[in-house]
């Protein structure tokens, strides 16, 4: 199973200046629950915009260059060589940025995506979801409060 995972606005924005553009706890744990013990597939600015890799799971990271070899971490050239990797894998989750999401849409069997309740300026976008390829077979409503400066979703959409 192929897992697409992500945070995106209603205009679909996913980030800015390589950070993300707001804080949702909720979110972070749900990110933690599903992934942890599996397989993490992102590009390489992904993966530098976390401090350090993510305990308890298993980074292969998609770059151009040749050269770039961060330690514990597997690197490939492509999403077809990421997807190569995992290929014994039961569930393996691609976790960005905008350009994998968008090559990744042909071949995900599933997409986790908390859906932000704003409309927010950003650099990175997340794909459009195709109504006629993908069912959403859960939707969970989160307000905002305290901790939450925006209310969200957790969406689970499945390929048709």
Same mark, same amino acid.
């Given at each position: ?32 629950? %599903? $992934?942890?013990? +599996?397989?993490? !597939?992102?590009?390489?600015?992904? /993966? ?7 305990? @308890? ?55 986790? %995506? $908390?859906?932000? +309740?704003?409309? !927010?300026?950003?650099?990175?976008? /997340? ?7 993908? @069912? ?25």
């Amino acid at each position: 199973m192929i897992t697409i995972i992500a945070a995106a606005s209603e205009n679909n924005a996913l980030g800015k200046n390589n950070d993300l553009l707001w804080h949702l706890p909720d979110d972070f744990k749900r990110f933690k629950t %599903l $992934t942890t013990g +599996h397989h993490i !597939i992102m590009g390489r600015k992904t /993966f530098e915009s976390f401090p350090k890799p993510l305990p @308890n799971r298993t980074h292969i990271i998609i770059t151009r260059n040749q050269d770039y070899q961060p330690e514990g971490c597997v690197v490939v050239n492509s999403l077809e060589d990421a997807l190569h990797f995992c290929r014994n894998q039961e569930e393996t989750y691609i976790i960005g940025g905008g350009e994998i999401y968008q090559q990744s849409m042909a071949v995900a069997d599933k997409i986790e %995506l $908390t859906r932000v +309740h704003a409309t !927010i300026d950003a650099d990175t976008f /997340f794909p459009e979801i195709n109504p006629e390829q993908w @069912n959403m077979i859960t939707e969970e409503h989160h307000p905002k409060d305290d901790k939450h400066l925006y209310s969200f979703s957790f969406q689970t959409f499945i390929k048709k």
